[in-house]
């Protein structure tokens, strides 16, 4: 048992190093990943992820085939030609501005989904995304696109399973990466859910939330490595599960993880 004069010093000890774990002691309410301040941590942690920077408002115009069978992968969440998530982002921006610079790739657009294609696309496409990008439009349709895909219905599944905002972005960020559903060579989030549920109950079952997350990463762990594609799997470990360890179900800053052997930390609710 620690002495009274011996816990002042290592509370002081802890102040100063700036080390202290989340404080519980705050009356404030719990908030969402809809909160604003929480969606912009989220959109930075994925940002981390799929485009090795902190600064997601910047990739709009972001545009590669990275090599994943999967074609093109572009803007603010990794969107890919052969995913179909990218046509439906072009088709959303052909709808907000007809005759726009990508509405004529929307033939080719659909002949390569569910494939890596380059088909009539190349140079000349992926030169037009990035100048759409400047359009406001444009990233509207994007925007659209990410919170009706993925992040709305994963928070929404996260709430009904009553996981707090890390859990929400513990099922945002699977929803980005895995999709919803399987696909050849690839594990869903509904799958990846479904095999989490084998070795724990959800809070909203009387579960322990940490004991779920963990269940649920474990899940995550093994659908990665499933994938040629991606192996690495520090999305994970030294992301997500930092968190979960260090108890911060309200992704309470400052954070700091590793992706892909990069370091990245939030200090506050940044903008």
């Given at each position: 048992m620690i002495r009274p004069a011996c816990a002042v010093l290592a509370l002081t000890?802890?102040?100063l190093s700036g080390c202290s774990g989340p404080d519980r002691t705050s009356d404030a309410p719990e908030k969402g990943l809809d909160d604003p301040a929480k969606k912009r941590i989220a959109m930075q942690l994925v940002s981390?992820?799929?485009?090795?920077?902190?600064?997601?408002?910047d990739q709009y115009s972001y545009i590669e085939d990275i090599g994943d069978g999967r074609g093109y992968t572009a803007g603010i969440i990794g969107f890919c030609s052969g995913t179909s998530d990218l046509l439906s982002v072009v088709e959303r921006y052909a709808e907000a501005r007809p005759g726009n610079p990508l509405e004529r790739f929307l033939p080719a657009l659909r002949e390569v989904d569910g494939t890596?294609?380059?088909?009539g696309l190349g140079t000349p496409f992926t030169r037009a995304w990035a100048t759409a990008a400047k359009d406001g439009r444009f990233r509207a349709a994007q925007d659209a696109e990410l919170d009706e895909t993925y992040f709305d219905p994963a928070v929404a599944r996260a709430k009904d399973d009553g996981l707090s905002a890390l859990g929400q972005f513990v099922y945002y960020d699977a929803y980005v990466m895995h999709g919803a559903g399987d696909t050849e060579g690839t594990v869903g989030f509904r799958t990846i859910r479904?095999?989490?549920?084998?070795?724990?109950?959800?809070?909203a079952d009387g579960g322990d939330e940490e004991e779920f997350l963990d269940a649920f990463l474990d899940a995550r762990v093994a659908a990665i490595r499933k994938e040629p594609s991606h192996t690495d799997t520090s999305r994970v470990e030294t992301e997500q599960r930092v968190f979960v360890r260090e108890g911060r179900l309200q992704l309470e800053t400052p954070l700091r993880w590793k992706v892909y052997g990069e370091s990245y930390r939030i200090d506050g609710d940044e903008r």
């Open positions: 000890a802890v102040l981390s992820a799929e485009n090795s920077t902190l600064d997601w408002k890596d294609s380059h088909a479904r095999q989490a549920l084998e070795s724990a109950d959800t809070p």
